[in-house]
């Protein structure tokens, strides 16, 4: 459970909190978006106290254990907005929910991480998890300094424990993205993305996005994204 006095409430929308840091760079941020949208950033999902991230964990299957996730540390949204005839919609307006060409999202895209705030890459449209709606802090250097192979292997290392691999099981995987990606995230050949590459139609078969299994496993090891 993170100490009050290191989250603070939203000042534009009080029914959210995040970490210090966080919820200060979100606010900034918040200013220059309402400035060009005339209202605030459209947000429904932010920190997750120690009961909620119990019980995501004991119920949803590929979740986090509580205390392993950027919801759990207070730094990560979700954006919807209100649609005005009725109900709630993500925050990309098309009729799509992995709408990437929604001028909200573009916008955000280029300007948060001016403010630490980023969708990550395995987010993005086309990779392992695209989720226009998700933003995550890592600070204002982080945020505009692409991360070097050693910080995304430490970081998979750090997530491989939370999920209770075994040291062979972190090696293995190791040597295997090595092989196929020498963990270049941003690496495309044909329809295989990212550092993962074909691994995981290879694993999963070529139905592999429609697999709980695949699915549960991308959320244990993807680089800097929530669960």
Same mark, same amino acid.
């Given at each position: ?107 955000? &895209?280029? $300007?948060?991480?001016?403010? #630490? ?7 993005? +449209?086309?990779?392992? =998890?695209? @989720? ?54 941003? &690496?495309? $050949?044909?329809?295989?993305? #990212? ?7 290879? +694993?999963?078969?070529? =139905?592999? @996005? ?18």
């Amino acid at each position: 459970e993170i100490p009050q006095d290191k989250i603070t409430q939203l000042a534009f929308n009080p029914k959210y909190s995040l970490e210090n840091e966080a919820a200060e760079k979100l606010t900034e941020l918040n200013a220059e978006f309402k400035n060009k949208f005339n209202r605030n950033i459209p947000i429904v999902a932010a920190y997750k106290d120690l009961a909620a991230q119990t019980d995501e964990s004991s119920t949803i299957s590929g979740s986090p254990l509580p205390g392993m996730s950027n919801f759990g540390w207070a730094k990560a949204i979700t954006l919807y907005y209100s649609n005005p005839e009725g109900g709630i919609k993500p925050l990309v307006t098309q009729d799509s929910y992995n709408n990437f060409n929604d001028i909200e999202y573009k916008w955000l &895209l280029k $300007n948060a991480p001016a403010y #630490g705030w980023i969708n990550p890459i395995i987010n993005h +449209e086309n990779n392992l =998890d695209p @989720k226009p709606e998700r933003f995550i802090f890592v600070g204002v250097e982080a945020a505009n300094t692409p991360p070097s192979k050693s910080d995304m292997q430490l970081y998979a290392r750090a997530s491989m424990i939370a999920y209770n691999w075994t040291d062979k099981e972190s090696m293995c995987l190791n040597e295997k993205w090595e092989k196929v990606s020498g963990w270049e995230p941003n &690496l495309i $050949n044909g329809d295989s993305i #990212g550092i993962a590459q074909t691994s995981m139609a290879q +694993e999963f078969g070529a =139905d592999w @996005k429609n697999n709980p299994k695949a699915k549960e496993f991308t959320s244990s090891i993807r680089m800097q994204i929530d669960a």
